[in-house]
């Protein structure tokens, strides 16, 4: 016995889920009750890809054990017979509960068979018994199959095999927590850090009431439960009865959960994955994207503007002799850094404020939180997209410039602009640019397709395996006869490396449709630490839910749940401790009809993109094909964002240039990379700065170099047609981060008012 495996393999996972979090969420910022929450709900989703293989290793050996001591069995009741026919009735009390005996045709007369025997029981092959007794003798001959094929009595114990009471401890560990969690924990801390209340315990009531109707529900569905149980003769309401019937009630549900996910998922990763390798199908789906993430930054824009002047009109109301005036101080720090500056400029503490203002035009500590609220997710949904912009901008330039270098004789990579990779010594030194042209241009594509072609294939067995697994005999399920044949062999790598791979890519089906829900705007899974903690916790409600439902689906799929093969024998850890692949019995009747067929209506529906058109239909912006002509014009409208963005980065290095030319230095574009376009993607403009950087020292320029330019509606209007023409320009030129109205006042202020203290150094 080894736990060496089962350690390494815990540790890989938890590894797996802590880069999923820090990948989607920011683990710094938020609060750590919150991350511990989500980090153990989504280790214990992952947990399942890994040990469930050895829980089915592990009964396959339990099997072999059983059969070796039944045999062992019947060896010793069997010492003194002779090998003589056997009957039906005379050979029944000698079969092991666990096997199942079949009968072969009548014989006529004695049956001589010279077999050899081994303390008087014959086996004629590996999967057949032969009983002979001293009792009567009969027509019938009895055979046994057994299920492995013992030699010498010895089974071949699995290399990750672990002790017996391991893995039924682990089981009711993650079962027990993953619903708690996803019922009771993960719900109520998704109000509470939603909640704009200042207090603990203003949160803790908010949080109650926001779940008063989740709870309640709850309630109701037991309470029908009870009078079920009541109800039915065959049932009785002690505690043991009831859990069953809790448990197949959450499996009830969560496995017409997965068949919504699976349905989706199956169909969407083989095809995202065959889309990807297809460079001009990918780079209109980015154009799509981005104008309709253009469309959604502007709204986030205004959306935070319109809430940062409410507050700062709060602000010049609250003053700081007022009792709520902490609770605007809470707002104010969670507002963007300039807006924080410029309030606590305007303030002055030596004046009465309050003197002559009627106490209606105070706000009352419900639109304090209610602001609160509002502020931090604007704030937020302001930075997921300015974010998301920058990335989704990058990509499309990268995608453009792979589809120029398609068309390139030398077949040598050449950037418009440089990127990022030029600064890295490494990939300077070992990517040339004629391997950079094969990678992306043939390779990377070619390497795409191929996989979305395996995973198509994988999706076909799975979509037959789940309309053919209720099928006890003949076996049509897939699966269960790949694994049934390495079975024989004691080949356990193999199974628990096959139990791997199908577990997997069903975590993976589901999981991915889970990561694609948007909830307008309220939940949303967004990558490189742009998911909010409600989205976060959201993942681990149905990452939680989804894992006793893909547990039983996967060993029905390979018929180790004796409920769905009908046999008594060696059951896994797992379903002896959570139950089997049952539903309510008043749904059971025609579960086996209806569940395959809701599993390919979903595939098929799918595949021909009817719930992307019907959303398309109703107004909703839906990427569906290049001649819908509502997606025509928004790829339009992507490239010419992107043309706007590249004639944007050109007048930057143009602007540089001139700088470098007037100095008389050389910069590299590797160096122009590394300085200024960083500071683009930052916010920056470094056409504004460059005229600081590289000041020309002349005897007459000297005096007036720090000086405002005269002409100062030219310099303003020149500035507006730079943030006309920039993708970027509407938020990154803002002092709050946003097209603040104040901020274009505060311009047209400064073109016309005349210049200050101009000359007094002369």
């Not at 719900?187 to 109650?208: E, H, I, N, T, W």
């Not at 309401?237 to 919504?260: E, H, M, P, R, Y």
């Not at 002559?356 to 997209?385: C, F, M, N, W, Y």
């Not at 191929?450 to 897939?478: Q, R, Y």
Request: with cysteine; charged share 20%; glycine share 4%.
């Amino acid at each position: 016995m080894s736990v060496g495996p089962l350690v390494l393999e815990l540790i890989v996972v938890f590894c797996i889920a802590l880069l999923l979090l820090h990948h989607y969420g920011k683990i710094s910022k938020y609060h750590p009750i919150v991350i511990i929450a989500t980090l153990v709900a989504w280790y214990f989703s992952l947990i399942i890809v890994f040990v469930l293989p050895l829980d089915v290793s592990s009964t396959f050996y339990r099997q072999c054990i059983t059969t070796s001591e039944a045999t062992t069995a019947v060896n010793g009741q069997t010492s003194s017979a002779s090998p003589v026919n056997v009957s039906t009735n005379s050979s029944a009390n000698l079969l092991p509960d666990t096997w199942q005996s079949t009968t072969v045709g009548p014989t006529t007369g004695n049956v001589n068979a010279s077999i050899h025997t081994m303390e008087n029981v014959s086996i004629i092959s590996t999967s057949t018994v032969i009983f002979a007794t001293n009792h009567s003798v009969s027509t019938d001959l009895v055979t046994v199959p057994v299920p492995f094929s013992v030699e010498d009595g010895e089974c071949k114990k699995p290399w990750s095999y672990v002790p017996i009471d391991t893995l039924p401890a682990m089981w009711h560990i993650v079962y027990w927590t993953s619903q708690v969690l996803t019922w009771f924990i993960l719900p109520f801390m998704q109000s509470y850090v939603c909640a704009g209340d200042f207090s603990v315990l203003g949160k803790l009531k908010r949080a109650v009431f926001e779940n008063a109707f989740y709870y309640g529900s709850y309630l109701l569905i037991f309470g029908g439960l009870l009078i079920y149980v009541a109800a039915s003769p065959q049932l009785s309401l002690d505690f043991a009865q009831l859990k069953v019937l809790l448990i197949t009630a959450s499996n009830t549900w969560g496995l017409f959960l997965l068949v919504l996910l699976l349905g989706y998922g199956l169909v969407e990763v083989p095809r995202k994955m065959w889309d990807a390798g297809n460079i001009s199908r990918t780079t209109a789906w980015t154009y799509f994207q981005l104008a309709r993430l253009s469309t959604e930054k502007q709204e986030a824009n205004e959306d935070l503007e319109d809430i940062l002047e409410e507050v700062k009109k709060v602000s010049g109301i609250v003053r700081y002799n007022h009792p709520v005036r902490k609770f605007v101080n809470i707002i104010i720090s969670k507002c963007p850094d300039a807006f924080q500056t410029r309030v606590s400029q305007g303030m002055d503490d030596y004046e009465d404020y309050d003197a002559g203002r009627s106490r209606s035009d105070l706000p009352t500590e419900k639109t304090l939180v209610r602001i609160h609220r509002q502020i931090i997710r604007a704030v937020h949904t302001q930075k997921r997209t300015t974010v998301q912009w920058k990335i989704l901008m990058r990509k499309a330039l990268h995608l453009e410039t792979i589809s120029k270098n398609l068309g390139l004789i030398d077949r040598r990579w050449k950037e418009e602009f440089p990127s990022d990779e030029d600064e890295n010594y490494c990939y300077r030194t070992f990517c040339s640019s004629q391997l950079k042209w094969y990678w992306y241009c043939l390779t990377q594509p070619a390497l795409r397709k191929t996989l979305a072609i395996c995973l198509a294939v994988l999706s076909l067995m799975v979509v037959w395996s789940e309309c053919t697994f209720f099928n006890e005999s003949p076996v049509l399920s897939l699966f269960a006869i790949f694994i049934n044949l390495a079975k024989q062999n004691y080949d356990y790598f193999y199974i628990e490396l096959a139990s791997c791979l199908i577990i997997s890519y069903l975590c993976v089906c589901a999981y991915y449709t889970v990561f694609r829900i948007k909830f307008f705007n309220y939940y949303y899974i967004a990558g490189h630490h742009q998911t909010d903690e409600s989205s976060l916790m959201f993942v681990g409600i149905m990452f939680c839910r989804l894992t006793a439902p893909l547990c039983l689906n996967f060993l029905g799929l390979i018929h180790l749940d004796t409920h769905i093969t009908g046999d008594d024998g060696v059951e896994t850890s797992y379903t002896k401790i959570m139950g089997h692949l049952d539903v309510i019995s008043f749904i059971s009747d025609g579960f086996n009809i209806y569940f395959p067929i809701l599993v390919c209506v979903l595939c098929c529906a799918t595949y021909f993109s009817l719930g992307q058109r019907c959303l398309s239909a109703v107004g909703f912006q839906r990427f569906i094909d290049e001649a819908d002509d509502m997606t025509t014009d928004l790829v339009d409208e992507g490239r010419q964002l992107v043309n706007r963005e590249k004639r944007r980065l050109q007048r930057e290095l143009n602007s540089l240039k001139r700088a470098e030319r007037d100095n008389g230095e050389d910069i590299s574009s590797r160096q122009w990379k590394g300085r200024t376009m960083r500071q683009a993607e930052a916010g920056t403009d470094t056409v504004t700065q460059s005229p600081k950087r590289y000041k020309r020292k002349t005897d007459k320029l000297e005096l007036l170099t720090d000086a405002e330019p005269i002409d100062y509606s030219s310099v303003s209007h020149k500035h507006k047609d730079d943030l006309d023409d920039s993708g970027w320009g509407n938020d990154e030129s803002s002092e709050w981060g946003t097209t603040s109205t104040y901020q274009n006042s505060t311009r047209s202020n400064l073109s016309t008012r005349p210049p200050k203290n101009l000359f007094d150094d002369v």
